[in-house]
């Protein structure tokens, strides 16, 4: 079946470091995937998404590729901000699936 | 725009109580779905919802959940009989013609 494996946390960094958050699929189809963002105390926030192979979604200075050859969707960012903690899910959908599976999460903290 | 709302924010119950969770959708979506997240672990699919009838449910959603669309609007989780380790927060999402997925804050669900 599908499912989603991304890097586990905690993840701490210091403000304008560089920020990457590994992920990667497995997938009987062609899915979609995306980034949801939790801040503390809320819900889930689509972060950015993907459709088709080489997509690049991005959003709020954050960007991932869709890789069919290496099934990896990555999260990186250039310059991270303390209002970036929070906890990073990277989660794949799948039309003959009929649900989203999620990644276990990671955490990320980002100190000044 | 339009986004997903659910009531209540924070449920507190007592173990054996029954507890209904709302949720109302965004209008033009046809699949919706309940997810939860046990605090600290991972986003953990429950049920989806299509056509006034479930179409996918995980092994966690026993006897003891039910779900309905009772006038078009909202979209209610139902916990007959709730134990400790039903303490969660609950989601529950909308999906889009395109497969993408749009959260509900959430519920908190404490078991006491």
């Known amino acids: 079946g599908n499912s989603v494996t991304q890097m586990e946390g905690p993840v701490t960094l210091s403000e304008e470091a560089f920020l990457t958050i590994n992920c990667t699929y497995t997938a009987t189809g062609y899915p979609s995937l995306f980034w949801y963002v939790q801040y503390p105390g809320e819900g889930l926030q689509l972060l950015l998404k993907a459709t088709k192979a080489d997509d690049k979604g991005s959003n709020k200075g954050f960007e991932a590729t869709y890789r069919k050859e290496t099934t990896s969707f990555h999260l990186e960012k250039g310059s991270v901000q303390v209002s970036d903690s929070a906890v990073y899910f990277c989660a794949l959908s799948d039309q003959a699936d009929n649900d989203m599976r999620f990644g276990a999460g990671t955490r990320l903290t980002v100190k000044p | 725009e339009p986004e997903v709302t659910q009531t209540p924010s924070h449920q507190v119950t007592q173990m054996g109580q029954e507890v209904i969770l709302r949720c109302v959708p965004i209008s033009n979506h046809l699949y919706f779905y309940w997810y939860r997240q046990i605090l600290g672990q991972k986003v953990e699919f429950l049920v989806s919802?299509?056509?006034?009838?479930?179409?996918?449910k995980s092994e966690i959603f026993d006897d003891q959940f039910s779900v309905e669309r009772p006038d078009g609007s909202n979209f209610t989780l139902k916990i007959r009989s709730t134990k400790l380790e039903d303490s969660a927060m609950y989601f529950c999402?909308?999906?889009?013609?395109?497969?993408?997925?749009?959260f509900g804050p959430g519920t908190r669900l404490t078991v006491l």
């Open positions: 919802f299509y056509n006034n009838e479930i179409s996918e």
């Open positions: 999402a909308g999906k889009e013609y395109s497969g993408l997925l749009f």
